[in-house]
């Protein structure tokens, strides 16, 4: 059988010599191409002080991390019905471009590069991402979903448009909606008990009281109870898990994603950063908008915990690794407990060695790359999250009482992205001012910040904060704040980056609280795009990795 096969192949190849060749080529070619792209994510190890738990905790985090595993195949699906069908196809090539394929597919959770506007990679398949994700059929319009709607029961169309549930088309092609629970039951369903055998094990009882509590929610679509003891962990373990952003449903920003992020809490660095916190009223009741619209009273003093990373899954794991994040986004637990911030220290460590410090080197001025370091690196980071707790959340239109996501919509993430970037600025100038953060952060925090938005404009602006990064990049420049010398390098104009900032501040936020959905396209269809002074530095950029790709000890 056998020498059978390789008669055949010693056949093909003597009639067709000269096409082998150039296929060849071709095949080196394309071997490169590929190798380039999965290169822009480094690998790094990334490791926490695990030796540091408790005999039960260490059982408990394997259990942990077990059902992490199992956020993987879900937002796989939620990505794209086509993925796990596609994904098994890939593995089964054993080629070098083959390898690579499966290799840069797993890196993007999808065959498009979200490093490259979510452009296809591989053939056969639609060329642009599929804005509704998995989440509704992939020919449904807008207008269909939204007459669809118009014909529910008042509990039927929040479950619709709710964070948890699926669109499906049944056999008449009418439009109906299944829970998650449903959905995603064989997934679930495991995740549900490893996460209670988790419980069993840990002596820590908040731990042991949200893992029993988000085990409940998998199989009810309730995640309400569970969120709120999520926001009271207080343990050695600190774990999210479960569906949370909704930045994979391009078309309603609806739909949440399923991750998980299993970490070690820092609590040295959590004590520090609280600090910052206890200003946020003060803030608040400072932001450069109309006095009605700031609120009186936010919510009581978030936690803020600065933890290392031990494992990720899901959307935690896929193209540019997360450095922090603000959750739950359930407005009405934002609006009864506020909300928590992670910050994943070891995480934002690596990126700023392997791929900021690498950036600044190509596009600003030798001076300039003096100022860019980790400490405000960190810090506006810090103040990026807790600008998600203020600011307009819940708003009132005329008479009528909604929130800024529903009404902004599929701008919403972009906005709101760039809200906590540019507020993050003007809060810490607030707090320099004040003699809370030392002055000597003055300088490098703006020029750090500018480093850090070619970094994320390299993601892509058709990602949220890749788009709201730009934005904020060509509005700063159209005011001066942001200049570029002869030989192509930029730097900030010191004299004119404060009153920028406070002015994008204005904005961005006196839209939020209008709900004012016009207004946020406009804004961003004008700045949120790349033009060609910053796509000339992205162009240097070749050579820098874009991201990160962590590898644990503990997979
Ligand atoms: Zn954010």
Redesign the pocket.
């Known amino acids: 059988m056998a020498i059978r096969l390789i008669t055949i192949a010693l056949a093909l190849v003597s009639l067709s010599n000269g096409y082998a060749l150039k296929s060849d080529a071709e095949k080196n070619k394309e071997i490169r191409n590929l190798k380039a792209k999965v290169a822009r994510l480094t690998p790094v190890e990334i490791s926490a002080p695990i030796s540091s738990l408790s005999d039960k905790d260490k059982q408990a985090i394997k259990k942990i991390i077990a059902a992490a595993k199992l956020m993987n195949p879900i937002y796989s699906r939620q990505v794209w019905s086509g993925n796990e069908w596609l994904r098994a196809q890939l593995a089964k090539d054993s080629s070098e471009q083959g390898l690579l394929k499966l290799k840069l597919f797993d890196q993007n959770r999808g065959p498009w590069d979200r490093m490259e506007s979510n452009k296809a990679f591989l053939n056969d398949v639609p060329k642009e991402k599929v804005p509704g994700g998995g989440y509704y059929p992939e020919d449904m319009t807008k207008a269909e979903f939204e007459s669809w709607l118009k014909g529910l029961s008042e509990p039927d169309k929040v479950k619709a448009q709710g964070f948890f549930s699926v669109i499906h088309r049944d056999q008449e092609k009418k439009l109906y909606s299944v829970n998650y629970s449903q959905e995603y039951k064989e997934f679930l369903k495991p995740a549900a008990e490893l996460l209670k055998e988790a419980a069993e094990l840990t002596d820590n009882s908040s731990l042991k009281r949200f893992l029993n509590l988000r085990a409940e929610a998998f199989l009810t679509d309730n995640y309400y109870e569970s969120d709120v003891a999520w926001m009271d962990l207080d343990a050695p373990v600190e774990v999210t898990i479960g569906p949370y952003e909704t930045y994979e449903d391009e078309l309603y920003g609806y739909k949440a994603a399923f991750e998980a992020f299993v970490t070690l809490t820092n609590v040295q660095e959590s004590q520090k950063l609280n600090k910052f916190s206890s200003y946020l009223q003060e803030l608040e009741n400072n932001l450069p908008i109309e006095e009605k619209f700031r609120n009186k009273k936010i919510g009581s003093m978030a936690p803020i915990r600065v933890v290392d990373e031990v494992y990720t899954s899901g959307e935690a794991r896929r193209g540019v690794a997360t450095a922090?994040?603000?959750l739950p986004n359930d407005e009405k637990v934002i609006k009864e407990k506020g909300s928590k911030r992670v910050m994943l220290k070891n995480v934002q460590q690596a990126k700023f060695d392997k791929v900021l410090s690498e950036i600044s080197k190509k596009v600003l001025s030798p001076k300039d790359q003096k100022e860019v370091q980790f400490e405000p690196f960190f810090t506006h980071i810090l103040m990026?999250?807790l600008m998600?707790g203020i600011g307009p959340h819940n708003i009132k239109l005329g008479e009528r009482e909604t929130n800024v996501r529903m009404e902004l919509k599929d701008q919403y993430s972009s906005i709101?992205?760039a809200k906590?970037d540019i507020t993050g600025l003007f809060a810490l100038q607030y707090l320099m001012d004040k003699g809370v953060i030392d002055k000597s952060m003055q300088r490098t925090m703006y020029t750090t910040f500018l480093a850090s938005s070619f970094r994320s404009v390299r993601f892509g602006i058709t990602e949220a904060?890749g788009r709201g990064v730009a934005m904020q990049f060509n509005f700063l420049m159209d005011e001066g704040a942001i200049t570029q010398n002869g030989q192509g390098k930029f730097s900030v104009n010191m004299a004119r980056i404060q009153p920028a900032v406070k002015k994008l501040t204005h904005e961005l936020l006196t839209l939020q609280a209008e709900g004012a959905y016009e207004k946020a396209k406009a804004m961003l269809t004008k700045y949120g795009v790349v033009r060609p002074a910053m796509q000339e530095a992205l162009n240097s950029l070749k050579d820098v990795p874009v991201d990160i790709d962590p590898i644990f000890s503990l997979e």
């Open positions: 922090a994040f603000n990026h999250e998600h709101e992205e906590a904060h």
